[in-house]
Structure formats: structure tokens, C-alpha cells
T-cell receptor, first 113, second 115 residues
Framework: GQNIDQPTEMTATEGAIVQINCTYQ??????LFWYQQHAGEAPTFLSY????GLEEKGRFSSFLSRSKGYSYLLLKELQMKDSASYLC??????????????FGTGTRLLVSP | ETGVTQTPRHLVMGMTNKKSLKCEQH?????MYWYKQSAKKPLELMFV???????ENNSVPSRFSPECPNSSHLFLHLHTLQPEDSALYLC??????????????FGPGTRLTVT
């Protein structure tokens, strides 16, 4: 089966750095995605990791350790607009061989002034 | 229009009604998806279409019936729903189902309430 865990909620201050962790168990791992979802809006793609290590994209970075089944999303220089839910999703195989995304429940981040 | 659009944005229906949700993607993608997002639950994949052919059906009750007339349009036909079907229904598209990384682009969703 496939299982993804991430914290339900986090709070941080404007200008700070926050790390959102995600642990997973899956069969046929084929990449990990992070999405951002503002309340009432569509999830938007942030990052993709398939090899171990850090991927940096502006203020956002994502890290993956396949041996530990672990990823984190690092947000630097937090802004109020970063208040949103952050969804961790793992791409793995179903028993039909189809590669599908399995999502975590999301981490709601609240950035305060 | 750009990206992925969905209509209607909000829908209230009774348990005996029949309604349809519509999704359209303007990205030239070959794969389209329906997801269900309930409060405090992960996004659940319902259906996947690749080049108008259904490639995955995630044990979804038959009261949900998808239709993909072409690679740009996807429908979800709803019939005799239950109150527990109330949720946000999200449509997504991607280049195809196998190409990596194959990130999915989501529409804004239809907020469905079944009374």
C-alpha cells in the first residue's frame, strides 16, 4: 500500500524559514511532488524530486531521501501570501501497473506578521 | 482561457438529481484526471483518461460516471448521490500518464453539496 504523513498545521512568522516534513511508504517509487493550495483555489505545482538531494527554486527548496522515505519543503523569507496548504504527493505503482499520485492530507501553514 | 477550467464552481443538488461537472484544459495535454477532495482527507484519485481512453478507475461508485469526448474535455456525470459525496471535485491534466515528471495542472474545482 501507499501511505504519506505530514503535519496537519504549522505556524511561522513573516521573514522566517519553515520546514515542512513528509514521510512516505510506497511501492514502485517514481518521484515526489510538492503542491501549494490556497484556500478555495486549485493546487499548484511547486517542485519534483526523483533523485536524492536538494532542489532549489527561488525561496522554495525541496529535499528527498529515498532510503529514508523522507522529504521536506523549505520555505525561506516567508511572506504573508505563503499562508496556504502544502501537499506532499508520491508517484507510485498501482496493482494494475499504473503510475498514480498519492497525496498526503496537506500541511496548513499560517504566516503571521 | 488558459490552464484548466471547471464549471460550475459551486453546485447544490438533491439526492435524486442528475447533474454534470465539466472540465476543459487549454494546455495541449493528453491525460486528464478527476479527484475528490473532502475536508481533512487527502486528494483521492477517481478516474484517469489518456487520449480519451480510461486507464484507471479507482473503485468509484457507479453513481459517478466519467466521459472524455476528446483530449481537451472531461465530464463527470452525477446521479443519485449521497450526502457523503459532498466535496470539492478537482480536475487535472498532464502531458501524458507515463512521461516524467508529468506534473499535473489542476482546475479550481467544483464545490458540490448534496442535500
Amino acid at each position: 500500500g501507499q501511505n504519506i504523513d505530514q503535519p496537519t498545521e504549522m505556524t511561522a512568522t513573516e521573514g522566517a524559514i519553515v520546514q515542512i516534513n513528509c514521510t512516505y511508504q510506497t511501492s514502485g517509487f517514481n518521484g515526489l511532488f510538492w503542491y501549494q493550495q490556497h484556500a478555495g483555489e486549485a493546487p499548484t505545482f511547486l517542485s519534483y524530486n526523483v533523485l536524492d538531494g536538494l532542489e532549489e527554486k527561488g525561496r522554495f527548496s525541496s529535499f528527498l531521501s529515498r532510503s529514508k522515505g523522507y522529504s521536506y519543503l523549505l520555505l525561506k523569507e516567508l511572506q504573508m501570501k505563503d499562508s496556504a496548504s502544502y501537499l506532499c504527493a508520491v508517484r507510485g505503482s498501482t496493482n494494475t501497473g499504473f503510475q498514480k499520485l498519492v497525496f498526503g492530507t496537506g500541511t496548513r501553514l499560517l504566516v503571521s506578521p | 482561457e488558459t490552464g484548466v477550467t471547471q464549471t460550475p464552481r459551486h453546485l447544490v443538488m438533491g439526492m435524486t438529481n442528475k447533474k454534470s461537472l465539466k472540465c476543459e484544459q487549454h494546455l495541449g495535454h493528453n491525460a486528464m484526471y478527476w479527484y475528490k477532495q473532502s475536508a481533512k482527507k487527502p486528494l483521492e484519485l477517481m478516474f484517469v483518461y489518456s487520449l480519451e481512453e480510461r486507464v484507471e478507475n479507482n473503485s468509484v461508485p457507479s453513481r459517478f460516471s466519467p466521459e472524455c469526448p476528446n483530449s481537451s474535455h472531461l465530464f463527470l456525470h452525477l446521479h443519485t448521490l449521497q450526502p457523503e459525496d459532498s466535496a470539492l471535485y478537482l480536475c487535472a491534466s498532464s502531458q501524458d500518464v507515463g512521461h516524467l515528471p508529468n506534473e499535473q495542472y489542476f482546475g479550481p474545482g467544483t464545490r458540490l453539496t448534496v442535500t
